[in-house]
């Protein structure tokens, strides 16, 4: 399907938390949320950046059949306790905006977050606010577009994290992405 063909479907209403919910499955210090227990951590309506919502469709376009246990948007009770773009902390009328997005490393299936990480290096997008990868991050505006050593508790070797602006201009901008 093309891009905008996804786009078209793409609601500001809240998706289903089945498939949003992030929970970093990786870090053996957090048990496993449910559903149930994010749905009580949240306030009020929320909805992902469209330029997330963008770069989720054109993943989605090229690797189908990928794996999506890692994927996340909305945070879960974790992050609900601490400052974090997966936590709709952006108020864009009546809904808060999740400006974080978690992609499963998949590359069997072909989701590689090392190419996805390299065209972002690479494409140095305005949307970007910092990108989180394999023990490593870089950021738009510290140390611009550079790798340096990630040393929080959740390595990030499953999924890439991608944050983007809290500018609405930006976060809002659904053009395609040079992935």
């Known amino acids: ?25 990786e870090d ?3 048990p496993d949320m449910s559903i149930e227990s994010v749905q009580e951590c949240r306030v009020g309506p929320w909805r992902l950046a469209l330029s997330l919502e963008s770069m989720r469709v054109q993943v989605n376009a ?14 879960d009770c974790k992050h609900m306790k601490r400052n974090s773009d997966h936590n709709p902390q952006i108020w864009d009328g009546d809904k808060g905006v999740v400006t974080a997005m978690d992609i499963t490393h998949d590359p069997v299936h072909g989701c590689d977050a090392n190419a996805l990480a390299n065209s972002f290096a690479v494409g140095r997008d ?7 990868w394999n023990h490593r991050t870089m950021s738009a505006t510290n140390s611009p577009w550079t790798w340096r050593p990630y040393r929080g508790a959740n390595p990030h070797t499953a999924h890439i994290h991608v944050s983007v602006s809290s500018s609405k201009r930006a976060y809002d901008d659904n053009s395609p992405w040079a992935i």
């Open 1 to 25: 399907p093309s891009l905008e063909a996804g786009l078209e479907s793409v609601e500001l209403e809240q998706v289903s938390l089945n498939d949003d919910a992030h929970v970093d499955l």
């Open 28 to 30: 053996a210090q957090q």
């Open 62 to 75: 090229r690797a189908p059949d990928r794996n999506r246990s890692h994927d996340g948007t909305i945070g």
């Open 126 to 132: 305005p949307r970007i606010k910092y990108v989180i």
